[in-house]
Each structure stands twice: as C-alpha cells, then as structure tokens.
C-alpha cells in the first residue's frame, strides 16, 4: 500500500511571495498542496491508499507552478498568496458557517466527506472549531492584510484566484450537470470589471473554449471587502485538468507551458 503525499510542515501554513512594491496584482492558490500535518493525518479515516486517491482528485494539481512560473515571467512581478497545506485539513475559499452551500455534502471549511460521499473525519465540533482556530481564520487574516496593503500601495487589487477541476465530474459537485470547458471563468458582478474578464476571455482564447461560472462560480474576495470595496477586482481561473496534466494527480504535460503563457499574458494587461 503506498503513502500519500502528506508531510509535516511548519506553520505558518500559507506564503506570501512578493511582488512590485507598488503592484495591484495577486495570484491565489488555494488547493495546489497535497500536504497534511501528521497531527491531522490521525483524524482522518481513509487509509494511505484510500487517501492518495482522494489527494488525487481533490487536489489542484501543479497549480503552484503554473502561477510561480506566471508569476516569473510578468512584466510586472505579482504578488503570490498560496496554501500550503491541503483542502482536506481546511477549506480556505468556504464560507466557516451555515452560509456555505458545500454543507450540503459535508465539505464545508471543514469537510467530513470526500468527494465520494464517505466519511472522511468524525465528526467532532471541539476538532473543527479547534481548525478553523489554527488554520482558517490566520488564513483569511493573512489575506485580507496583503489586500490591504494593495489597496495602500496601488489604490486598487486584482485577485486572480487559481484552480483547476477533472474533466470528469466527481460525486460531491454540486453542479456538474453543464458544460466543462477548458477555460471556467468565475466571476462576481460587484468585483470583477468588464475589464477584467475581457483581459481573460483575450488571454485564454486559444484553448478551445470558455464558459463563465460552469461548472464553478463565483471568486474569492476577503469578506472585509466582499460587496464593498469595488477597488478590489477579483476572477477565478478555473482549468481543466486534462488540458496540462495527466489525471488523476499526475505529471504536467506540455500544456501546461501554454497556460502559464495566457496567465502571464492576462497578468501583464491589468497589472
């Protein structure tokens, strides 16, 4: 039976890579680890294989590279916010309350269930609240200062949210009945400017097709400015897997040097 990619890591448990003193620009990569402290790998339980397998799907595979490498070529270098440890210890992007739709299937900030429907933790209120205490909350603290200290610098920030989803739908999508295009742009209509989405439509025209807000939606905005602070513009780019990667969990593959080109492109037209 193999072990999974799990490792301790020291906290914190997210990086902030800088950029232009004075840029706008921030690259979020939320899901790209694989990582589990070995404190939280005892409260799991699924077993190494069955843990792999689901670090596999629920993993946004290579997603750090693909913005660190953007993040190299730009122009204009961005600022980077990524997560280190893996959405199965903690869920940064979910709402930490009944506000959340993933509830529904147990996938919360906290989840209890993988994306099959098993169970994937106890459950045990004392531990999730112990998580959100330890991981989400300095999480989200850390990310609305670097926001504001964008907004301090440059007068404005552009959030550009980094996915990636299986070509496949998993059990626990919510809706995956539409189309799954190479290109999913999420978007909010008080944070991301016609701008904004013109710029990705234009970056990633050349992969064979875009939808907005299918099969996923919306992007990440810290609550402090969410609905507010129109200065804060925000997208979330959502790729298909098999368009830079062998899936499940797998190798990039030559696409993936195409994506971070379109990244690096949409980078340096609203920096």
């Not at 339980?45 to 190299?72: F, N, P, S, V, W």
């Not at 008080?190 to 710029?199: E, G, N, Q, V, Y």
């Not at 507010?228 to 979330?236: C, E, F, G, K, Q």
């Amino acid at each position: 039976m193999s072990a999974p990619s799990s490792t301790v890591i020291p906290m914190p448990a997210f990086e902030i890579v800088p950029g232009t003193a004075d840029g706008a620009v921030v690259l979020h990569v939320p899901h790209g680890s694989r990582a589990i402290p070995e404190a939280e790998r005892a409260h799991i339980l699924l077993d190494d294989g069955e843990l792999t397998a689901e670090l596999d799907d629920m993993t946004d595979g290579h997603t750090d590279l693909i913005a660190g490498r953007a993040a190299d070529a730009a122009a204009l270098r961005p600022w980077t916010f990524a997560n280190r440890l893996s959405r199965l210890v903690v869920d940064p992007e979910r709402f930490p309350d009944e506000r959340e739709e993933m509830l529904a299937v147990g996938m919360g900030a906290v989840y209890s269930r993988t994306s099959s429907g098993e169970p994937l933790r106890p459950a045990d209120a004392p531990h999730r609240h112990a998580l959100l205490a330890q991981y989400f909350h300095p999480y989200a603290q850390a990310m609305t200062d670097l926001i504001d200290d964008r907004l301090a610098a440059a007068g404005r920030a552009v959030i550009i949210d980094v996915h990636s989803y299986p070509s496949k739908p998993l059990p626990y999508e919510l809706h995956a009945d539409g189309p799954r295009p190479p290109i999913c742009l999420g978007t909010d209509t008080f944070h991301t400017p016609l701008r904004l989405l013109d710029a990705a439509r234009t970056a990633f025209r050349d992969f064979g097709g875009i939808e907005l807000n299918a099969p996923f939606a919306g992007c990440y905005v810290p609550l402090k400015h969410y609905g507010r602070t129109s200065s804060v513009a925000a997208l979330m780019l959502e790729i298909r897997r098999d368009v830079y990667m062998a899936e499940p969990g797998g190798a990039p593959t030559p696409g993936l040097g195409r994506i971070v080109a379109a990244l690096t492109h949409l980078i340096d037209n609203v920096a």
